[in-house]
């Protein structure tokens, strides 16, 4: 996943981006989210590549693993 994704406080202030990018992994995971294929990225971003795509879905999982938050009861 790191060789995909740098983090560099004088790059997007910081916020983990596709290496050698200024595109925010958050960036990715929202479009994906709001229903984006990622053909449909790989368009829009010529200078990025699938594996990059699934390094910011990998960056994802690892933060939620990592990182435990309770979440509040949904009552029905």
């Given at each position: 996943?790191?060789?995909?994704?740098?983090?560099?406080?004088?790059?997007?202030?910081?916020?983990?981006?596709?290496?050698?990018?200024?595109?925010?992994?958050?960036?990715?995971?929202?479009?994906?989210?709001?229903?984006?294929?990622?053909?449909?990225?790989l368009e829009d971003y010529p200078s990025i590549k699938r594996?990059?795509?699934?390094?910011?879905?990998?960056?994802?999982?690892?933060?939620?693993?990592?990182?435990?938050?309770?979440?509040?009861?949904?009552?029905?």
């Open positions: 996943m790191f060789e995909r994704i740098s983090i560099n406080s004088k790059i997007c202030h910081g916020q983990a981006c596709i290496k050698g990018t200024r595109i925010p992994v958050h960036q990715i995971l929202q479009m994906l989210a709001n229903g984006d294929t990622i053909e449909e990225l594996e990059d795509i699934l390094a910011c879905l990998d960056y994802a999982g690892s933060l939620a693993e990592e990182q435990l938050s309770p979440l509040e009861a949904v009552e029905n």
